[in-house]
């Protein structure tokens, strides 16, 4: 294909995907106020053309199924089959959202017993699935800290504090939610610092957000005492599942003292990222939270399973989707977690931390810089390129971009923003040795090359389909949509 | 691996985690099982909610998908690939979602399309902020009170749930002008003037009841009172009803709705993925992620995000959303089922499905006791009354293998008899007789 | 800010006053005109786009006033003096990157009628301000 060529250049007029049209109805009852005057501007193409260009498209990815791809905070793990396999069986691909419950007692059992293993994962009281990514979970969770003060009419409580090291969802969502955002500093050893954090408590404060192990890539040492703080200054305390692979199956957030959570299943129970999406964010609570939680979720009354909608839960923050959520994300981590069990899931989290330290220990001895070199990796962990970007003017954008030409997938770059010229590299537990070796080959190799001739790292990637794209011309000059030329 | 670590166990690696919160008990959780046991297991529930033929729509429709929509969705390289920030190995993403986005602005006659939001009842939250913040000059933004949002007519409740949740926080209130025959009372619109003018009118076209709602009216009086206009429509509807761009004398400001339609499968409801557009004088206020042409460095052709400065992972606290997620998948599927159906092929999809819809009326109206409860123009779905309670109409109707419309007394309790049905393009004669003897057999018995 | 892509020292002309957060603000005729300073616009990079406030509007020293967004960071401006808009510089619209050819000139932002010339002497004249840029190029 060329590049750049688009559906719409390749089609003409006419042209259509002819075992695709049903016989055309009938809709001269229509008044002709409600109908469109001109068809829209959709492609016209055969079968085989749209086959074809969307197959060359593919084409032009990397991909958990094509690439080690050890993006730090998004745990890229293998996505099993079978856990597709399982979710697009007809009886549940077929099943109408609103059929009647009394029509869906196999998705409505599935849903149970997600709902009750995510439970005994996390060691919460409750589990609601229906939030339909980690942002929106992160938004049910602070809504339902928000409507716990409410309900208590302790309505001074306004601010929510964030780690300076957290993702931007967390401040966004509390913004959301209505709340100001006050940050807390990190200290140098990658832990919240405690005492800093004490000096923000008080009578304005609703919660904390917090992950654990952190997005410096360590463990919270003092989390039970943080806890306790943000609890005897009246606050609640909000865990980020974005780590919870980390720990899986070894260390409950219950038990350091969250009282509500989120969970990304699209990364801890391994269902596929889709370019962006489908996610799922199922939220868990303590108990005291159980009558905030978001509406439908699953109940069994002795044989049956049923929907608790909002007419019973009038403390409910209400509905947050069309429907119950990200079903089909839900089927597919129910079948993951259930070809686990329980000494897989501890498995999980071993595996993804021995693989993170290894990983960690030969790139420190290839001669990188940890940022945290004291500490252990949790599952993942942050080398930082300011010295390649003084001395050499190589910077770890540069690295990034050449790790593509090595067949790596870039990991996270310039985050935590705390720590400048930053990889955050996670391996995950479904990579080999051989797979990590590869990868610290390819480091070594680009830094030798950034030593012996930086441009060509700076001016990388040299073997994908584009070279480095302008972003400055595309903000500036925006071209959102395809326009056709005239005919 | 663990000498080069230096340590002699895994268990050394959690070190750094006091023991008491390693001693939880997780013995409730089964053993695992291997691929195979798990697939029967699933399958046998699977089986247990098998039924046939679907008359429900309500915001989810039972139409046909390709065979080649998710055999090219569902290649690895689409499926297992993350958020496209690395964009030079990414443009297999990044150009689907900018045909894409051309795409869902050639169906809503707007100028603006972000890469896609959750779902429909997410997205009219979503497009509820957007309007609120893009409406700044509105008199009721220099008051303390809330910031009113008035939905027009029938909108589907459960969007306006979501939207509720989404928005309660930050002083917007949802205000609805009520319904007369199904469709928007313009009188209560007109009522909503001075104090109690909106920053913006959500309107659903065809309506939740399946019915048409008077949007030039609507979109004419919004413009003259200072309102943003908020359309929700249905993509497959839009290859032949008028789009929201073209709505009364200025269009729509904001289109949204939900793409299930658009060749994926029904399964329970999710996912799927909410379209969002706008007009070009809009697009900063748009939350989500924007695919954008721009030029290599050799000046070929290529594709990135852009206008990433609005989005959470570099605003922060100063967002346009918490949103991190387009339902990149979905729009894979959708993007393939557009380019193959065309602007004819949707258009049949459209007709054939307003065609069967009066069908099946006919058929189930000639049963005693059925009657359709609003006149006037419809689309695909339609509200007829069975004059018994019409919760345990379907449950019956379940329980002969029919899913047989959608309840409505849950949520209007005047409509306690009425049930909500559609027909697609799926529904054969046979379909609909079988629907006909059924509800006969459940009502006469 | 980690992609500081200028090694070019900062132009820091004298004939204004600045604001810690890198606004500038030059009286004439009674009224004061805004924009950012040389140095904001190298730690920015690229300017895409200025979001800029309406004529009319009235602004408080220290408080946002307007956003500059770059392609990886977006910046609030603050007003360095209360006062209400009486201009502002369409031309960004178009031309966002005359911010970054012309901070001090072309590149102005909004003019203000102030309230209260006396803020003026709370800003910072150029040797202080070069002294604050250093401390934060410091901090990197």
Same mark, same amino acid.
């Given at each position: /294909?060329?590049?750049?060529?688009?559906?719409?250049?390749?089609?003409?007029?006419?042209?259509?995907?002819?075992?695709?049209?049903?016989?055309?109805?009938?809709?001269?009852?229509?008044?002709?106020?409600?109908?469109?005057?001109?068809?829209?501007?959709?492609?016209? =193409?055969?079968?085989?053309?749209?086959?074809?260009?969307?197959?060359?498209?593919?084409?032009?990815?990397?991909?958990?199924?094509?690439?080690?791809?050890?993006?730090?905070?998004?745990?890229?793990?293998?996505?099993?089959?079978?856990?597709?396999?399982?979710?697009?069986?007809?009886?549940?691909?077929?099943?109408?959202?609103?059929?009647?419950?009394?029509?869906?007692?196999?998705?409505?059992?599935?849903?149970?017993?997600?709902?009750?293993?995510?439970?005994?994962?996390?060691?919460?009281?409750?589990?609601?699935?229906?939030?339909?990514?980690?942002?929106?979970?992160?938004?049910?969770?602070?809504?339902?800290?928000?409507?716990?003060?409410?309900?208590?009419?302790?309505?001074?409580?306004?601010?929510?504090?964030?780690?300076?090291?957290?993702?931007?969802?967390?401040?966004?969502?509390?913004?959301?939610?209505?709340?100001?955002?006050?940050?807390?500093?990190?200290?140098?050893?990658?832990?919240?610092?405690?005492?800093?954090?004490?000096?923000?408590?008080?009578?304005?404060?609703? *919660?904390? /957000?917090?992950?654990?192990?952190?997005?410096?890539?360590?463990?919270?040492?003092?989390?039970?005492?943080?806890?306790?703080?943000?609890?005897?200054?009246?606050?609640?305390?909000?865990?980020?599942?974005?780590?919870?692979?980390?720990?899986?199956?070894?260390?409950?957030?219950?038990? /350091?003292?969250?009282?509500?959570?989120?969970?990304?299943?699209?990364?801890?129970?391994?269902?596929?990222?889709?370019?962006?999406?489908?996610?799922?964010?199922?939220?868990?609570?303590?108990?005291?939270? =159980?009558?905030?939680?978001?509406?439908?979720?699953?109940?069994?009354?002795?044989?049956?399973?049923?929907?608790?909608?909002?007419?019973?839960?009038?403390?409910?923050?209400?509905?947050?989707?069309?429907?119950? *959520?990200?079903?089909?994300?839900?089927?597919?981590?129910?079948?993951?977690?259930?070809?686990?069990?329980?000494? *897989?899931?501890?498995?999980?989290?071993?595996?993804?931390?021995?693989?993170?330290?290894?990983?960690?220990?030969?790139?420190?001895?290839?001669?990188?810089?940890?940022?945290?070199?004291?500490?252990?990796?949790?599952?993942?962990?942050?080398?930082?390129?300011?010295?390649?970007?003084?001395? +050499?003017?190589?910077?770890? /954008?540069?690295?990034?971009?050449?790790?593509?030409?090595?067949?790596?997938?870039?990991?996270?770059?310039?985050?935590? +923003?705390?720590?400048?010229?930053?990889?955050?590299?996670?391996?995950?537990?479904?990579?080999?040795?051989?797979?990590?070796?590869?990868?610290?080959?390819?480091?070594?190799?680009?830094?030798?090359?950034?030593?012996?001739?930086?441009?060509? =790292?700076?001016?990388?990637?040299?073997?994908?389909?584009?070279?480095?794209?302008?972003?400055?011309?595309?903000?500036?000059? +925006?071209?959102?949509?395809?326009?056709?030329?005239?005919? | 691996?663990?000498?080069?670590?230096?340590?002699?166990?895994?268990?050394?690696?959690?070190?750094?985690?006091?023991?008491?919160?390693?001693?939880?008990?997780?013995?409730?959780?089964?053993?695992?099982?291997?691929?195979?046991?798990?697939?029967?297991?699933?399958?046998?529930?699977?089986?247990?909610?098998?039924?046939?033929?679907?008359?429900?729509?309500?915001?989810?429709?039972?139409?046909?998908?390709?065979?080649?929509?998710?055999?090219?969705?569902?290649?690895?390289?689409?499926?297992?690939?993350?958020?496209?920030?690395?964009?030079?190995?990414?443009?297999?993403?990044?150009?689907?979602?900018?045909?894409?986005?051309?795409?869902?602005?050639?169906?809503?006659?707007?100028?603006?399309?972000?890469?896609?939001?959750?779902?429909?009842?997410?997205?009219?939250?979503?497009?509820?902020?957007?309007?609120?913040?893009?409406?700044?000059?509105?008199?009721?933004?220099?008051?303390?009170?809330?910031?009113?949002?008035?939905?027009?007519?029938?909108?589907?409740?459960?969007?306006?749930?979501?939207?509720?949740?989404?928005?309660?926080?930050?002083?917007?209130?949802?205000?609805?002008?009520?319904?007369?025959?199904?469709?928007?009372?313009?009188?209560?619109?007109?009522?909503?003037?001075?104090?109690?003018?909106?920053?913006?009118?959500?309107?659903?076209?065809?309506?939740?009841?399946?019915?048409?709602?008077?949007?030039?009216?609507?979109?004419?009086?919004?413009?003259?009172?200072?309102?943003?206009?908020?359309?929700?429509?249905?993509?497959?509807?839009?290859?032949?009803?008028?789009?929201?761009?073209?709505?009364?004398?200025?269009?729509?400001?904001?289109?949204?709705?939900?793409?299930?339609?658009?060749?994926?499968?029904?399964?329970?409801?999710?996912?799927?993925?909410?379209?969002?557009?706008?007009?070009?004088?809009?697009?900063?206020?748009?939350?989500?992620?924007?695919?954008?042409?721009?030029?290599?460095?050799?000046?070929?052709?290529?594709?990135?995000?852009?206008?990433?400065?609005?989005?959470?992972?570099?605003?922060?606290?100063?967002?346009?959303?918490?949103?991190?997620?387009?339902?990149?998948?979905?729009?894979?599927?959708?993007?393939?089922?557009?380019?193959?159906?065309?602007?004819?092929?949707?258009?049949?999809?459209?007709?054939?499905?307003?065609?069967?819809?009066?069908?099946?009326?006919?058929?189930?109206?000639?049963?005693?006791?059925?009657?359709?409860?609003?006149?006037?123009?419809?689309?695909?779905?339609?509200?007829?009354?069975?004059?018994?309670?019409?919760?345990?109409?379907?449950?019956?109707?379940?329980?002969?293998?029919?899913?047989?419309?959608?309840?409505?007394?849950?949520?209007?309790?005047?409509?306690?008899?009425?049930?909500?049905?559609?027909?697609?393009?799926?529904?054969?004669?046979?379909?609909?007789?079988?629907?006909?003897?059924?509800?006969?057999?459940?009502?006469?018995? | 800010?980690?992609?500081?892509?200028?090694?070019?020292?900062?132009?820091?002309?004298?004939?204004?006053?600045?604001?810690?957060?890198?606004?500038?603000?030059?009286?004439?005729?009674?009224?004061?005109?805004?924009?950012?300073?040389?140095?904001?616009?190298?730690?920015?990079?690229?300017?895409?786009?200025?979001?800029?406030?309406?004529?009319?509007?009235?602004?408080?020293?220290?408080?946002?006033?307007?956003?500059?967004?770059?392609?990886?960071?977006?910046?609030?401006?603050?007003?360095?003096?209360?006062?209400?808009?009486?201009?502002?510089?369409?031309?960004?619209?178009?031309?966002?990157?005359?911010?970054?050819?012309?901070?001090?000139?072309?590149?102005?932002?909004?003019?203000?009628?102030?309230?209260?010339?006396?803020?003026?002497?709370?800003?910072?004249?150029?040797?202080?301000?070069?002294?604050?840029?250093?401390?934060?190029?410091?901090?990197?």
């Amino acid at each position: /294909m060329t590049p750049g060529d688009t559906i719409f250049d390749i089609g003409s007029p006419g042209r259509r995907a002819s075992a695709q049209y049903p016989a055309a109805g009938d809709v001269s009852d229509l008044p002709t106020s409600c109908l469109r005057t001109q068809p829209p501007g959709l492609p016209e =193409v055969s079968e085989l053309q749209a086959v074809r260009h969307y197959t060359n498209l593919s084409a032009r990815n990397f991909s958990i199924d094509t690439q080690f791809y050890p993006l730090g905070s998004c745990t890229m793990k293998y996505n099993p089959r079978g856990a597709h396999r399982a979710a697009s069986l007809p009886g549940f691909s077929n099943r109408h959202p609103l059929a009647p419950a009394s029509a869906s007692q196999g998705f409505l059992a599935c849903l149970h017993d997600l709902q009750e293993t995510l439970k005994q994962v996390t060691g919460m009281a409750a589990v609601s699935l229906t939030p339909m990514a980690g942002a929106q979970g992160e938004f049910a969770g602070v809504a339902m800290i928000r409507a716990w003060h409410d309900a208590r009419g302790d309505a001074g409580r306004r601010e929510i504090l964030v780690p300076t090291a957290a993702h931007g969802t967390n401040p966004a969502t509390a913004v959301m939610c209505g709340y100001q955002v006050r940050e807390v500093a990190v200290a140098e050893d990658g832990d919240v610092d405690v005492a800093a954090l004490k000096e923000a408590l008080g009578e304005r404060t609703a *919660g904390i /957000m917090l992950t654990n192990p952190s997005t410096c890539g360590v463990f919270e040492r003092r989390i039970r005492e943080i806890a306790d703080a943000v609890h005897t200054a009246g606050g609640l305390l909000y865990y980020d599942g974005a780590n919870l692979n980390a720990i899986l199956g070894n260390v409950r957030p219950g038990d /350091m003292g969250f009282d509500v959570l989120h969970m990304n299943l699209h990364k801890t129970f391994a269902t596929p990222h889709g370019g962006g999406g489908p996610g799922s964010g199922p939220v868990g609570v303590a108990e005291r939270l =159980v009558p905030h939680l978001p509406t439908p979720f699953v109940v069994r009354d002795g044989d049956a399973y049923r929907w608790v909608e909002g007419d019973e839960m009038p403390g409910s923050i209400g509905r947050l989707s069309a429907f119950m *959520g990200n079903a089909g994300i839900l089927l597919r981590a129910l079948a993951y977690a259930r070809m686990l069990g329980r000494e *897989g899931m501890r498995r999980v989290a071993e595996y993804a931390t021995l693989n993170a330290n290894y990983l960690m220990a030969r790139l420190a001895d290839a001669g990188f810089e940890l940022a945290y070199p004291e500490r252990r990796a949790s599952h993942e962990f942050i080398i930082t390129f300011r010295n390649e970007a003084k001395t +050499l003017g190589v910077t770890a /954008m540069d690295f990034a971009k050449r790790l593509l030409d090595f067949g790596f997938h870039a990991p996270t770059t310039y985050f935590p +923003l705390l720590v400048p010229e930053c990889f955050l590299i996670e391996p995950t537990e479904t990579e080999t040795k051989a797979e990590l070796d590869a990868f610290v080959d390819a480091m070594v190799r680009i830094r030798a090359e950034a030593e012996a001739d930086p441009e060509r =790292v700076r001016t990388a990637p040299h073997t994908l389909p584009v070279s480095r794209l302008d972003d400055v011309k595309a903000a500036r000059e +925006l071209d959102l949509t395809h326009v056709r030329s005239p005919t | 691996m663990l000498a080069r670590i230096g340590v002699t166990s895994i268990d050394a690696l959690f070190d750094e985690i006091e023991p008491a919160l390693k001693t939880a008990d997780f013995s409730e959780i089964d053993d695992g099982v291997d691929e195979m046991t798990m697939l029967a297991e699933m399958a046998s529930r699977a089986r247990r909610d098998e039924t046939g033929p679907c008359f429900t729509g309500a915001g989810c429709y039972d139409h046909h998908i390709p065979a080649a929509v998710w055999d090219i969705a569902a290649r690895g390289e689409f499926m297992t690939a993350y958020t496209p920030y690395q964009a030079e190995a990414s443009q297999g993403t990044l150009q689907l979602i900018y045909e894409y986005q051309t795409m869902i602005t050639a169906l809503t006659a707007l100028t603006v399309s972000n890469a896609s939001v959750y779902d429909g009842g997410s997205a009219l939250g979503e497009a509820v902020l957007m309007a609120v913040r893009a409406n700044r000059r509105h008199p009721s933004m220099k008051t303390d009170g809330p910031r009113r949002v008035a939905v027009a007519g029938a909108c589907h409740p459960h969007y306006v749930d979501a939207a509720a949740t989404i928005t309660r926080n930050q002083g917007i209130e949802l205000v609805s002008t009520g319904t007369s025959g199904g469709r928007a009372s313009l009188d209560a619109l007109a009522d909503m003037t001075g104090e109690r003018a909106p920053v913006a009118v959500v309107v659903q076209q065809p309506n939740f009841f399946g019915l048409m709602e008077p949007v030039d009216e609507i979109a004419d009086w919004a413009s003259a009172n200072g309102a943003l206009v908020i359309a929700v429509v249905n993509p497959t509807s839009l290859a032949i009803l008028r789009p929201p761009g073209e709505w009364g004398a200025n269009g729509a400001d904001i289109a949204c709705g939900d793409g299930q339609p658009l060749g994926i499968p029904m399964a329970s409801g999710g996912p799927s993925f909410g379209f969002m557009c706008t007009r070009e004088s809009h697009v900063r206020q748009l939350p989500g992620r924007l695919v954008g042409r721009t030029v290599d460095r050799d000046n070929r052709p290529g594709f990135t995000l852009t206008l990433q400065a609005r989005e959470q992972h570099i605003r922060r606290g100063k967002a346009r959303s918490n949103i991190c997620t387009n339902q990149g998948l979905l729009v894979t599927a959708a993007t393939i089922y557009l380019a193959m159906m065309g602007p004819t092929g949707l258009a049949r999809i459209a007709t054939r499905c307003h065609e069967r819809t009066r069908e099946l009326l006919r058929t189930l109206v000639g049963i005693e006791g059925v009657a359709t409860r609003f006149g006037g123009p419809f689309f695909h779905e339609q509200v007829i009354d069975v004059g018994q309670d019409a919760d345990r109409v379907a449950g019956d109707l379940a329980a002969r293998g029919i899913v047989g419309g959608l309840p409505l007394g849950r949520y209007f309790p005047e409509l306690r008899d009425c049930l909500l049905v559609c027909a697609t393009e799926k529904r054969t004669d046979d379909d609909i007789a079988r629907f006909g003897d059924a509800l006969e057999q459940v009502l006469h018995g | 800010m980690n992609d500081v892509t200028s090694d070019m020292p900062a132009d820091i002309p004298d004939d204004v006053r600045y604001a810690p957060s890198h606004e500038w603000a030059r009286l004439d005729d009674d009224l004061v005109t805004v924009g950012i300073s040389d140095f904001a616009q190298q730690s920015l990079g690229d300017v895409v786009f200025v979001e800029l406030p309406e004529v009319n509007d009235e602004v408080h020293a220290g408080s946002e006033a307007c956003v500059v967004e770059s392609v990886k960071a977006a910046a609030d401006v603050y007003a360095p003096v209360s006062g209400t808009v009486v201009a502002v510089n369409d031309a960004l619209e178009d031309a966002p990157e005359t911010v970054n050819q012309d901070p001090y000139g072309d590149g102005w932002f909004f003019k203000v009628e102030p309230t209260d010339l006396d803020e003026l002497d709370d800003l910072l004249d150029a040797d202080s301000y070069g002294q604050h840029c250093e401390s934060e190029g410091d901090e990197d």
